[in-house]
């Protein structure tokens, strides 16, 4: 299985700062079509998964302009431009190239 | 809209069966591939299963191959999951998720059904 790792694990984070997260993964997420299946979903406490951002940077529907993803190879990146409150929770990496799709243990944004 | 729905949860011997229902609504059910994500307590996210749309092809993570098996029933826009030979490791919440039309990521989830295995 594809294994994805994201550091940090933790990030405290002041209000209107900056936050990043990085993934890794073991192997190559090209998929056949020539897409990248690297996607990010945002978690907060007692709530489903939210779906983010698809194929590297590309924002769901709704997603404020903040969040941005990037990377290529085997390096991805969420960042968030200016963190807000309602962006703490865990965030979580997601490949969907190889079966079994396979997420990153999460990475909890939390506010200092 | 898009609602996902599961239901079926419960507290269930080792060893024991259990099936989870999906029910969807708000778009073509056919149209879409759909997955079954876990999350034991306090941890990540486990993809177990996925299903094309039509049914023909299914897919399981190595932790449930042949003791779980997915289906779907498109004339009621629901989807299945038979859980068999349950075990401790199985406790979760199980989360149904819609497949993104063009593949590689799952869209909308549902709020998630808790299954634990416990004598």
């Known amino acids: 299985d594809v294994v994805m790792t994201q550091s940090p694990l933790s990030l405290p984070v002041t209000l209107g700062q900056p936050a990043s997260i990085s993934c890794r993964s073991s192997q190559s997420l090209v998929f056949s079509d020539g897409n990248i299946h690297l996607n990010w979903f945002h978690q907060r406490p007692g709530q489903s998964p939210r779906h983010l951002i698809y194929?590297?940077?590309n924002r769901d529907s709704g997603v404020p302009d903040r969040f941005s993803g990037s990377g290529s190879g085997t390096d991805f990146t969420l960042k968030i431009s200016r963190v807000e409150a309602e962006d703490v929770g865990v965030y979580y990496c997601?490949?969907?190239?190889?079966?079994?799709?396979?997420f990153g243990q999460g990475t909890k944004v939390e506010i200092k | 809209e898009v609602h996902l729905v599961e239901s079926g949860g419960a507290l269930v011997q080792p060893g024991g069966s259990l099936r989870l229902s999906c029910a969807a609504s708000?778009?073509?059910?056919?149209?879409?591939?759909m997955h079954w994500v876990r999350q034991a307590p306090g941890k990540g996210l486990e993809s177990v299963s996925a299903?094309?749309?039509?049914?023909?092809?299914?897919y399981y993570a190595n932790s449930v191959k042949g003791r779980f098996t997915i289906s779907r029933d498109n004339s009621k826009n629901t989807l299945y999951l038979q859980m068999g030979s349950l075990r401790g490791e199985d406790m979760a919440v199980y989360y149904c998720?819609?497949?993104?039309?063009?593949?590689?990521?799952?869209?909308?989830w549902g709020q998630g059904t808790l299954v634990t295995v416990s004598s």
């Open positions: 997601m490949q969907g190239t190889h079966w079994p799709w396979t």
């Open positions: 299903i094309s749309g039509d049914g023909g092809n299914t």
């Open positions: 998720a819609r497949e993104t039309i063009l593949g590689g990521s799952n869209d909308y």
């Open positions: 708000g778009f073509t059910f056919s149209s879409y591939s």
């Open positions: 194929k590297v940077s």
